[in-house]
């Protein structure tokens, strides 16, 4: 009877044992996360966007030189933040040539362009990939006006900075994630989702291995429809392809962020067809899962009044910061996202 009693008594302290690890490895993720989003700023956005977004970058139209030189902008803050580019040494751009840029560009005659890469390595499963995606150009100068593009996509080019920057903070800390990130900065978006194209018809990474693609484009400002309640963003594409993408990203905003996640634009009957239209949508129809973020339109899309000084950084950060959190868990959980819907194409 002794025995038995103390044979159970073992029983049932092993399994609060494990329970407790189990508690305690939860609560130290969940810190560790909080900690590192925390990094995000609206400052540090702003400081970045005011530069990316400014007239010195002509509007950076593909292969036009403001385009140019924001590739060499996002370059060289990666070469800052010790970022390595996975294309190895000191080139970071994968070249998009114009031959390939002609044949599927909507517009006129274009030039040699490039899009800019870089990565982090998983610390356990360093073979699968997640991107991180958001598209460097925008519309030039026209009539004398330069289109500066401050939310479309400076917003998007720059959350992708300050995600990256916290990615390398959590790596010198030792909490670096399991799953690699590849941080993809496209070119040629305005004229036909073009960079994005090179990109999965020429991969660096197969794309068997890239596990999910969450492309922001356009997170900086509030459509007409939110005036009143701009605590929002709209997802499109979660759960088209995989079920689990979408409750992660539910999870993520419910545990940290508490926006609005608004999933009009999801439907499939929505006229707009936004889901077709920005650059995770050459990542789905490879049947890998995505999230787009998106604001919305506004009365400064696609003008010349597009500028930085409308960005609202207070959203803009807490938006990045979903962005964050929602890749933080896809990139350190056991298992790989499942796809379980079939692309629609």
């Known amino acids: 009877m002794k025995n038995t009693l103390f044979t ?10 494990s329970s407790q690890n189990t508690a305690s ?6 810190d560790n996360t909080t900690k590192y989003a925390a990094t ?17 970058f002509e509007g950076r139209e593909t292969g036009k030189p403001g385009q140019k030189k924001a590739v060499k902008y996002l370059k060289d803050f990666y070469v800052s933040q010790e970022i390595k580019s996975p294309l190895g ?26 899009n800019v890469l870089a990565f982090i390595k998983g610390t356990e499963k360093p073979d699968e990939i997640i991107v991180i995606s958001a598209h460097l150009d925008h519309e030039g100068v026209k009539d004398g006006k330069v289109y500066n593009g401050a939310d479309d996509d400076g917003s998007g080019s720059m959350a992708i900075l300050e995600i990256a920057e916290a990615f390398k903070k959590a790596v010198k800390d030792g909490k670096g994630p399991k799953r690699s990130i590849l941080f993809l900065h496209v070119t040629g978006e305005e004229k036909g989702l073009l960079g994005s194209k090179y990109y999965t018809e020429n991969p660096i990474f197969p794309l068997a291995n890239t596990v999910c693609n969450l492309n922001i484009d ?29 409750q992660i990203s539910e999870d993520a ?30 990542f789905a129809k490879h049947n890998i899962p995505v999230i787009f973020y998106f604001n919305g339109t506004h009365e400064d899309y696609h003008k010349p009044t597009d500028t930085p000084d409308k960005i609202e950084y207070n959203l803009l ?10 890749a933080w868990d896809i990139a350190n959980r056991e298992e790989r996202l499942t796809v379980d819907t079939a692309v629609k194409k």
């Open 8 to 17: 159970f008594s073992l029983i049932i302290f092993a399994a609060c044992s």
């Open 25 to 30: 490895k939860e609560t130290e993720n969940k």
């Open 218 to 246: 356009m997170i900086g400002r509030v459509d007409k429809a939110h005036k009143i309640d701009s605590n929002y963003v709209y997802l499109i594409g979660a759960d088209k392809l995989s079920t689990q993408l979408h």
């Open 317 to 326: 950060e807490k938006r990045t910061r979903l962005i964050f959190y929602t």
């Open 89 to 114: 040494g000191d080139d970071y751009y994968q070249e998009v040539p114009a031959e390939f840029l002609n044949k599927n560009a909507r517009g006129a005659e274009l030039k040699d362009s490039e």
């Open 253 to 282: 905003n419910t545990n940290y962020t508490n926006i609005n996640l608004d999933y009009k634009y999801n439907d499939e009957n929505d006229p707009n067809r936004f889901y077709y239209r920005s650059d995770h949508y050459n």
């Open 40 to 56: 995000i700023t609206a400052e540090n956005l702003k400081t970045h966007l005011y530069i990316f977004a400014s007239d010195e």
